[in-house]
C-alpha cells in the first residue's frame, strides 16, 4: 500500500495539502464566508510578526506546563498500569477509579485547586489528568498483549516477576503505550490551556481569552495556530516513538487478554466501595478543612440539591446524553472513515494528515465562533463541537489497528492477489476491530465531558449549561449537582462501552 | 532414582462447555538419561502431562517429581528446558538474544561459546542477528530447541516441537534433534502425535487413552542411540510404527473420530 | 526515546524510557516550582502586611488604578505588600477570597457578593471601583435601545454570567424576562453577522475595537435601563478584616490614589498596565486607553466628587441596588451594616 513515489507523498503532498488548506482559509477570511471572527492569514501573519515576543514567551509557558503535566500524568498512568500488570485481580478496581476520576470535569476542580497550595499549578495538574485516563487504560491492555506461550517460557526458565515485567510485559506494552503517549499530545495542550483560564501570568490559553473579549481576531488565531503547531510537533515526536516501538516491539494484533474476572460479590463491594471512598474523603475534606460552602459543598448538600431540581437535571441530562452519544457515533464514524481512506489512498492520505491532526487540537474556544458562525448558535454547534472532539482517537487508534495484520496473513492475501479494498474489507478491518474497540471505550469515557463543556461553553440548555448558570451564581451544591449527574452518564457510558467491547470480542474470535 | 516421574496425577478444567477431564489417575516414569515419547489423539491431556511436569499448571491429585525434585525447585534452580507447541519467541529480539534469554532469566553470565555452538548445532549459524520474523517456521521452531537446550537441562521437555512443520522439513529436524539429543543425554520427555517421529527419536514410546489420558500401551524402542536415517527403513522400525498406529487408531474409533478400522493389540508393557 | 542500537541489551532500552520520563519530569517540575516560588508575595521584615489581591480577569487595564499604587509605592507606604492574582471568568473570586486563596479581591458585582454571602461566605466589600457597573447592551446603529421593551423578545447574545444580569435587569423593571438567550460567549461577532439581535458586552470593553475601526455601534449601561449596582467591588473576609484593620484600611486608601492617579492620566496608566503588569496579554494600547477612559466615566459620580473614588454610599445599596437584587428574585439580603464597611474609604481633604 506504498504510493510509487515515497518523497513524494511524504513531503510534498502534505505541503500541498496545507496549501489547499490556507489558500481556502484565505478566501474565507477576506470574503467573510464563515463570519468575521475568521480572519485571513495574513491578518494573522500581521499579528505573530507584531506580538512576536508575546506569543513566544505565552508558547514557552504553555509548551512547558504541558509538557510537564503531561509527562507526569503519562509516567503516574504507566505506572498505574504497571501495578495492574502485576497484580492483575487489581485491573478493575484501578481502571475503575480511574474511570471515576476521568469523568470529574475539570472545570468544577478547578475552582478548588484554586484556594489551595496547588494553584500555581493549574494548568499542569489539568495537563497530567487529561492524560492520565488514556494513559493507564491503553498501556494495562497492552500489559494483557502478552501471550500465554510467553509467559509460559519466562516460567519455564524461572524467571522473577521483575524479570518477566521488564524483559516481556513492558516491551509487549510498549506499542500501545506509545499509543497513548500519541492521544496525550493534544489533551496535555488542551488541560494545560483550561486549567491557565483560571489565572495564569502568561501562557496561549491566557492570550486567547484576553484576546476573545479583546476582538483581536489576528492574535486569537495566531495563539491558535501555535497551539496547533505545538501539537503537531509533540504529536510528530510521539509518532516517531510509536512507529519505532512498533517496527521494534511488534504489532501482531494480538488482542488484549480478559481482565480477570472477580466474583461477583466482590465486584459489587468494590463498585461501591470506590465511589463510596471517594466521598468519604470529599466529606472529610470539607470537614477537617473547613471549606466553606460556596468552594465546595458537602456530600448531602448535592443529593438534597439532586432531589430540589430533579426534573431540570433529568431533562438537562437527556439534552447532554443527546449530544454526547450522538457525537460519539458520528465522531467514531467520521474517525474511522477517515482513518479508511487513509489507509486505502495513500496520496490523500498524506494531504489530510496535517488536516487530520488540525482539527482536534484547535483549542475548541477558538472553533466556536467559527461553528457557530457556520451553523448558529445552540445544539448544533454542541453537537458538532463533540464530533470534532470523539473523531480524534477513534481516528488514532483506528489507523494503528488497521496496520496490525496477524503474522503471515498479508502474504496469504499476496497469494491469492487481493487488491486493496479486498485486504482491508477482509484483513485490515476485522483486524483492527480490537483497536477500534479499545478506542470507543476511550472515547466513551470522554464524550459526556466534552458535551458538558461544549454546553457550558454555549449551550442553549443540557447538563454543561445548567452547571454554569448555578456555578455563576455560586449555587454549589446546584452545580456540584449537574457535574455529579454527569459523571454518572460518564461512567455508566464507558461501562456499557466496556460490555460491548466484551460481547464483540467475544464474537470476532478472542 | 527417576529422572521424571508423575503419578496417579488427575486434572480437570473448568470450561464454558462444562468440566473436562484431561487426566485421570495418569502414571508416568522417565529413567534418568532417558527420552521417553509420549503418543496420544488430540485432546488426550498429553500436553497437559507435560505442562504439569514442567510446573506450568498443578494436578489436581497426584505428585511429581522431576530430577528429584519439584517442578518449581528445578525451575528455580535452572535445570529445565522446554521446547514449545508454537515457537514461543519473543519478536523484537534477534535469533541470539532469544537464544541467550534463558542466561539472563536464570542470572547466569551468558556463554557465549555454547550459544554460538547451539545456533550452529541447530543450523543457523547464519542468522544469529536475524529477528523470529525473518525466518521460516522451520528455523523458529530450531532456535526454540536451541533455547531449550543452552543451560543443559537436566530434564528436557518437547511439546510437539515440530507439530506445524511440513513433512520433509519435519523429518530433517528429527534427524538433527536426535544428533543433539545424544550429546546433551538429558532426561527427555517428547509429546507428539507423530508415531514415526516418537520411534525415531525416543528409548520409549506410551500411548495414551482418548480423554481423560490414561496409559494404554508403553513400549521400548529397539534401537540404540545415535540412529541414522537408515533406520526408518528397519522392518522392526516399520512394525513397531504400525503396531502403535494400530493402537493409536483403536483408540479414535472408539471417541468416534477415528479415520480407519483398528486392529486393537494393546497390552505389551515393557 | 528508544533509539536503534546493538541488539544486546534489548531488556535494558525498554527501562530507559521511563527513566528518561521520570527524569525530565522531575526536573520540569523542580523548574516550575521555583519560577512559581519567585512569584509568590512574601512580606518582608518591616513589618507591612503581605496581601494576595484576586482580581477578577487578566491584568488589564480595568485594574490599572491598582497598578499604579503599587508602582507609586502607595501600597508600601501604606504598609501592605501586594501581590495580584490573574483572574479567569471559569471561577468565581469570591469563593478564593472565602476559600482564603486571597486576602482581599476583586467581586464582579453586588448579585455575586449576594449569592456569596448567602452561602455562608463571611464576605465583606470596603469598597467598589465602579459606581455605575459596566455590564451593558450593545446593539447595531439601526436598532437603538433606550428602555426594556425595546430588548423584548430579541435574540440576545450572552456570555455566562449574562443570562443572570439580563434575569434580572428584565425582572427590576417589573418585567418576566422575555428574550431569547443565545450563548455566544465573549465574541460579538455574532451580532454582525446578523445571527442576535443584541448583545452583553460591558460597554468598556467589547464595543471600543468597533468603535475605533469606525464601526458605529450603540450602547447602554444597565444602569441606564434601571438596573442599579456596583461593580468592580473590593472584598475581604470578616475574620482579616477584624485582624488587619489597618492593612485593609491602608489598601483601599492607596487604591484610591492609585485610581485617582489613573483616573487624572489614563495614558500613563495604560502604559505602565502594559508595560509592567499584563506585558503577556498581547494588549493593543489605543483600545486600552479608551476602554480606561470610558472606565473612568463610571468610577467617577458625584458621589464620589464628594466621598472620594472607591466609595460606597449606604444609602444607594439599601436603597435602589437592595430593591433591584429584591426584584431579581433574591429573598434573603443580608444586613447592608455586616455586608458593606462603608467607613475604609477616606474622603479626599475639604480644598
Known amino acids: 500500500m506504498r504510493s510509487p513515489s515515497g518523497a513524494l507523498s511524504r513531503i510534498v503532498l502534505p505541503i500541498a495539502g496545507v496549501v489547499v488548506l490556507i489558500a481556502f482559509w484565505q478566501l474565507a477570511g477576506t470574503t467573510q464566508l464563515l463570519g468575521r471572527s475568521v480572519p485571513p492569514?495574513?491578518?494573522?501573519?500581521?499579528?505573530?510578526?507584531?506580538?512576536?515576543?508575546?506569543?513566544?514567551?505565552?508558547?514557552?509557558?504553555?509548551?512547558?506546563?504541558?509538557?510537564?503535566?503531561?509527562?507526569?500524568?503519562?509516567?503516574?498512568?504507566?505506572?498505574?498500569?504497571?501495578?495492574?500488570?502485576?497484580?492483575?485481580?487489581?485491573?478493575?478496581?484501578?481502571?475503575?477509579?480511574?474511570?471515576?476520576?476521568?469523568?470529574?470535569?475539570?472545570?468544577?476542580?478547578?475552582?478548588?485547586?484554586?484556594?489551595?497550595?496547588?494553584?500555581?499549578?493549574?494548568?499542569?495538574?489539568?495537563?497530567?489528568?487529561?492524560?492520565?485516563?488514556?494513559?493507564?487504560?491503553?498501556?494495562?491492555?497492552?500489559?494483557?498483549?502478552?501471550?500465554?506461550?510467553?509467559?509460559?517460557?519466562?516460567?519455564?526458565?524461572?524467571?522473577?516477576?521483575?524479570?518477566?515485567?521488564?524483559?516481556?510485559?513492558?516491551?509487549?506494552?510498549?506499542?500501545?503505550?506509545?499509543?497513548?503517549?500519541?492521544?496525550?499530545?493534544?489533551?496535555?495542550?488542551?488541560?494545560?490551556?483550561?486549567?491557565?483560564?483560571?489565572?495564569?501570568?502568561?501562557?496561549?490559553?491566557?492570550?486567547?481569552?484576553?484576546?476573545?473579549?479583546?476582538?483581536?481576531?489576528?492574535?486569537?488565531?495566531?495563539?491558535?495556530?501555535?497551539?496547533?503547531?505545538?501539537?503537531?510537533?509533540?504529536?510528530?515526536?510521539?509518532?516517531?516513538?510509536?512507529?519505532?516501538?512498533?517496527?521494534?516491539?511488534?504489532?501482531?494484533?494480538?488482542?488484549?487478554?480478559?481482565?480477570?474476572?472477580?466474583?461477583?460479590?466482590?465486584?459489587?463491594?468494590?463498585?461501591?466501595?470506590?465511589?463510596?471512598a471517594l466521598v468519604v474523603a470529599w466529606q472529610l475534606w470539607v470537614l477537617l478543612g473547613r471549606v466553606p460552602l460556596i468552594v465546595a459543598p458537602q456530600p448531602l448538600q448535592v443529593v438534597a440539591a439532586l432531589g430540589d431540581g430533579a426534573l431540570d437535571l433529568l431533562a438537562a441530562a437527556g439534552l447532554t446524553t443527546l449530544s454526547a452519544l450522538g457525537g460519539l457515533l458520528c465522531g467514531a464514524l467520521v474517525g474511522l472513515a477517515l482513518a479508511v481512506v487513509?489507509?486505502?489512498?495513500?496520496?490523500?492520505?498524506?494531504?489530510?494528515?496535517?488536516?487530520?491532526?488540525?482539527?482536534?487540537?484547535?483549542?475548541?474556544?477558538?472553533?466556536?465562533?467559527?461553528?457557530?458562525?457556520?451553523?448558529?448558535?445552540?445544539?448544533?454547534?454542541?453537537?458538532?463541537?463533540?464530533?470534532?472532539?470523539?473523531?480524534?482517537?477513534?481516528?488514532?487508534?483506528?489507523?494503528?489497528?488497521?496496520?496490525?495484520?496477524?503474522?503471515?496473513?498479508?502474504?496469504?492475501?499476496?497469494?491469492?492477489?487481493?487488491?486493496?479494498?479486498?485486504?482491508?474489507?477482509?484483513?485490515?478491518?476485522?483486524?483492527?476491530?480490537?483497536?477500534?474497540?479499545?478506542?470507543?471505550?476511550?472515547?466513551?469515557?470522554?464524550?459526556?465531558?466534552?458535551?458538558?463543556?461544549?454546553?457550558?461553553?454555549?449551550?442553549?440548555?443540557?447538563?454543561?449549561?445548567?452547571f454554569s448558570e448555578r456555578r455563576v451564581m455560586l449555587d454549589t451544591a446546584g452545580s456540584w449537582a449537574a457535574v455529579a449527574v454527569a459523571i454518572v452518564l460518564s461512567v455508566l457510558a464507558y461501562a456499557g462501552a466496556a460490555l460491548l467491547e466484551k460481547k464483540l470480542l467475544a464474537r470476532w474470535g478472542a | 532414582m527417576h529422572g521424571l516421574e508423575l503419578s496417579g496425577v488427575s486434572k480437570r478444567f473448568t470450561t464454558r462447555s462444562g468440566v473436562v477431564h484431561a487426566l485421570d489417575d495418569f502414571t508416568l516414569a522417565v529413567e534418568d538419561g532417558e527420552f521417553v515419547a509420549v503418543l496420544g489423539p488430540s485432546g488426550c491431556g498429553k500436553s497437559t502431562a507435560l505442562r504439569i511436569a514442567a510446573g506450568l499448571d498443578t494436578a489436581d491429585s497426584g505428585t511429581v517429581t522431576v530430577a528429584g525434585d519439584s517442578p518449581e525447585r528445578l525451575v528455580a534452580s535452572g535445570g529445565?528446558?522446554?521446547?514449545?507447541?508454537?515457537?514461543?519467541?519473543?519478536?523484537?529480539?534477534?535469533?541470539?538474544?532469544?537464544?541467550?534469554?534463558?542466561?539472563?532469566?536464570?542470572?547466569?553470565?551468558?556463554?557465549?561459546?555454547?550459544?554460538?555452538?547451539?545456533?550452529?548445532?541447530?543450523?543457523?549459524?547464519?542468522?544469529?542477528?536475524?529477528?523470529?520474523?525473518?525466518?521460516?517456521?522451520?528455523?523458529?521452531?530450531?532456535?526454540?530447541?536451541?533455547?531449550?537446550?543452552?543451560?543443559?537441562?537436566?530434564?528436557?521437555?518437547?511439546?510437539?516441537?515440530?507439530?506445524?512443520?511440513?513433512?520433509?522439513?519435519?523429518?530433517?529436524?528429527?534427524?538433527?534433534?536426535?544428533?543433539?539429543?545424544?550429546?546433551?543425554?538429558?532426561?527427555?520427555?517428547?509429546v507428539t502425535h507423530s508415531v514415526e517421529e516418537a520411534v525415531f527419536l525416543a528409548d520409549r514410546v506410551v500411548v495414551m487413552t482418548g480423554r481423560p489420558g490414561r496409559v494404554k500401551l508403553d513400549v521400548a524402542v529397539p534401537f540404540g542411540r545415535g540412529r541414522s536415517k537408515s533406520v526408518l527403513q528397519d522392518p522392526a522400525f516399520l512394525s513397531l510404527v504400525g503396531e502403535l498406529t494400530a493402537a493409536l487408531d483403536a483408540d479414535d474409533s472408539e471417541t468416534g473420530s477415528g479415520a480407519g478400522p483398528g486392529t486393537s493389540s494393546a497390552g505389551t508393557a515393557a | 526515546m528508544i533509539r536503534p542500537s546493538s541488539a544486546r541489551g534489548a531488556a535494558r532500552r525498554t527501562v530507559r524510557p521511563a527513566v528518561a520520563l521520570a527524569t525530565l519530569a522531575a526536573a520540569a517540575l523542580a523548574l516550575s516550582a521555583c519560577s512559581a516560588s519567585s512569584d509568590a508575595g512574601t512580606g518582608d521584615g518591616d513589618g507591612s502586611t503581605p496581601i494576595s489581591f484576586q482580581l477578577d480577569w487578566v491584568k488589564d487595564s480595568q485594574f490599572s488604578g491598582y497598578f499604579t499604587a503599587d508602582d507609586k509605592g502607595y501600597y508600601a507606604d501604606a504598609g501592605v505588600d501586594v501581590t495580584f492574582l490573574d483572574g479567569g471568568d471559569v471561577a468565581s473570586t469570591a469563593a478564593v477570597i472565602a476559600g482564603g486563596g486571597a486576602q482581599i479581591g476583586v467581586v464582579s458585582n453586588m448579585s455575586r457578593l449576594v449569592d456569596a454571602i448567602n452561602t455562608g461566605a463571611d464576605l465583606v466589600a470596603v469598597g467598589a471601583v465602579y459606581q455605575e457597573s459596566p455590564a451593558g447592551i450593545m446593539t447595531l446603529p439601526d436598532r437603538p435601545?433606550?428602555?426594556?421593551?425595546?430588548?423584548?423578545?430579541?435574540?440576545?447574545?450572552?456570555?455566562?454570567?449574562?443570562?443572570?444580569?439580563?434575569?434580572?435587569?428584565?425582572?427590576?423593571?417589573?418585567?418576566?424576562?422575555?428574550?431569547?438567550?443565545?450563548?455566544?460567549?465573549?465574541?460579538?461577532?455574532?451580532?454582525?453577522?446578523?445571527?442576535?439581535?443584541?448583545?452583553?458586552?460591558?460597554?468598556?470593553?467589547?464595543?471600543?475595537?468597533?468603535?475605533?475601526?469606525?464601526?458605529?455601534?450603540?450602547?447602554?449601561?444597565?444602569?441606564?435601563?434601571?438596573?442599579?449596582?456596583?461593580?468592580?467591588?473590593?472584598?475581604?473576609?470578616?475574620?482579616?478584616?477584624?485582624?488587619?484593620?489597618?492593612?485593609?484600611?491602608?489598601?483601599?486608601?492607596?487604591?484610591?490614589?492609585?485610581?485617582?492617579?489613573?483616573?487624572?492620566?489614563?495614558?500613563?496608566?495604560v502604559a505602565l498596565t502594559l508595560g509592567s503588569y499584563g506585558t503577556d496579554l498581547g494588549l493593543d494600547e489605543e483600545s486600552e486607553v479608551a476602554s480606561l477612559t470610558a472606565i473612568a466615566g463610571l468610577v467617577q459620580s458625584d458621589y464620589t466628587a464628594e466621598h472620594g473614588l472607591l466609595a460606597l454610599d449606604p444609602e444607594a445599596i439599601s436603597g435602589p441596588m437592595y430593591d433591584a437584587l429584591t426584584a431579581s428574585g433574591v429573598t434573603e439580603l443580608p444586613d447592608p451594616a455586616t455586608a458593606f464597611d462603608t467607613t475604609l474609604v477616606p474622603a479626599p481633604a475639604a480644598e
Open chain 1, 41 to 276: 492569514p495574513t491578518e494573522v501573519l500581521a499579528a505573530l510578526a507584531e506580538r512576536g515576543d508575546v506569543l513566544w514567551r505565552a508558547t514557552l509557558a504553555t509548551s512547558q506546563r504541558a509538557l510537564v503535566g503531561g509527562l507526569i500524568g503519562y509516567a503516574i498512568g504507566l505506572v498505574l498500569a504497571s501495578i495492574t500488570a502485576w497484580f492483575p485481580r487489581s485491573t478493575t478496581p484501578l481502571v475503575r477509579t480511574t474511570v471515576l476520576i476521568n469523568a470529574i470535569p475539570i472545570v468544577a476542580i478547578g475552582p478548588v485547586l484554586m484556594t489551595g497550595a496547588a494553584r500555581p499549578f493549574i494548568p499542569e495538574i489539568f495537563a497530567a489528568l487529561s492524560v492520565l485516563f488514556s494513559t493507564t487504560l491503553a498501556t494495562s491492555d497492552g500489559f494483557r498483549t502478552v501471550s500465554r506461550a510467553g509467559r509460559d517460557v519466562f516460567r519455564v526458565f524461572g524467571a522473577t516477576r521483575l524479570q518477566r515485567f521488564v524483559r516481556l510485559e513492558a516491551p509487549s506494552a510498549l506499542p500501545m503505550a506509545a499509543d497513548a503517549l500519541r492521544l496525550a499530545v493534544p489533551a496535555a495542550i488542551l488541560g494545560a490551556i483550561l486549567g491557565e483560564w483560571f489565572g495564569a501570568e502568561r501562557g496561549l490559553g491566557v492570550v486567547m481569552v484576553s484576546s476573545m473579549r479583546n476582538v483581536q481576531y489576528g492574535q486569537l488565531w495566531a495563539a491558535a495556530l501555535i497551539t496547533v503547531l505545538v501539537s503537531v510537533v509533540f504529536y510528530a515526536l510521539a509518532t516517531l516513538l510509536e512507529k519505532s516501538a512498533t517496527r521494534r516491539f511488534g504489532r501482531t494484533g494480538e488482542t488484549p487478554s480478559a481482565v480477570p474476572a472477580l466474583s461477583r460479590g466482590l465486584a459489587t463491594v468494590i463498585g461501591i466501595a470506590i465511589p463510596l
Open chain 1, 342 to 466: 487513509v489507509t486505502l489512498v495513500p496520496w490523500l492520505a498524506s494531504m489530510l494528515s496535517p488536516l487530520a491532526l488540525v482539527i482536534p487540537t484547535v483549542p475548541i474556544v477558538v472553533f466556536i465562533p467559527v461553528i457557530g458562525g457556520m451553523l448558529g448558535y445552540g445544539m448544533q454547534t454542541v453537537f458538532a463541537s463533540c464530533v470534532l472532539m470523539a473523531f480524534f482517537p477513534l481516528y488514532v487508534l483506528a489507523l494503528s489497528g488497521l496496520r496490525a495484520r496477524p503474522l503471515g496473513s498479508d502474504d496469504l492475501f499476496s497469494v491469492y492477489g487481493a487488491g486493496r479494498v479486498k485486504r482491508l474489507v477482509r484483513l485490515a478491518l476485522p483486524a483492527s476491530v480490537p483497536s477500534l474497540l479499545v478506542a470507543i471505550r476511550l472515547a466513551a469515557a470522554n464524550c459526556f465531558l466534552i458535551a458538558l463543556s461544549a454546553e457550558w461553553l454555549m449551550g442553549e440548555g443540557g447538563l454543561g449549561r445548567v
Open chain 2, 80 to 190: 529445565l528446558g522446554v521446547a514449545f507447541q508454537d515457537n514461543a519467541l519473543l519478536p523484537w529480539l534477534s535469533v541470539r538474544a532469544n537464544v541467550e534469554l534463558p542466561y539472563k532469566l536464570a542470572g547466569r553470565p551468558v556463554d557465549r561459546a555454547r550459544v554460538d555452538s547451539l545456533i550452529a548445532l541447530v543450523g543457523l549459524a547464519d542468522f544469529g542477528g536475524a529477528k523470529p520474523a525473518q525466518l521460516s517456521g522451520g528455523m523458529r521452531q530450531r532456535v526454540s530447541i536451541a533455547r531449550s537446550l543452552v543451560l543443559s537441562p537436566r530434564v528436557l521437555l518437547l511439546d510437539e516441537p515440530f507439530g506445524a512443520l511440513d513433512a520433509v522439513t519435519r523429518h530433517r529436524l528429527n534427524v538433527e534433534l536426535g544428533r543433539i539429543l545424544d550429546e546433551e543425554r538429558s532426561t527427555s520427555l517428547l
Open chain 3, 145 to 269: 435601545i433606550s428602555s426594556i421593551d425595546d430588548l423584548v423578545g430579541l435574540r440576545i447574545g450572552t456570555d455566562e454570567s449574562g443570562t443572570a444580569d439580563l434575569n434580572t435587569l428584565f425582572r427590576v423593571n417589573g418585567l418576566e424576562p422575555d428574550y431569547e438567550d443565545v450563548r455566544v460567549g465573549y465574541d460579538a461577532a455574532p451580532l454582525f453577522d446578523g445571527q442576535i439581535d443584541a448583545y452583553y458586552a460591558y460597554v468598556t470593553n467589547q464595543p471600543i475595537p468597533y468603535l475605533l475601526q469606525g464601526i458605529d455601534v450603540n450602547t447602554i449601561t444597565f444602569a441606564d435601563l434601571g438596573f442599579e449596582s456596583y461593580a468592580g467591588l473590593i472584598v475581604t473576609t470578616r475574620e482579616f478584616l477584624d485582624a488587619n484593620p489597618d492593612a485593609v484600611a491602608g489598601f483601599v486608601s492607596a487604591s484610591q490614589k492609585g485610581w485617582d492617579d489613573a483616573v487624572a492620566d489614563p495614558e500613563a496608566a
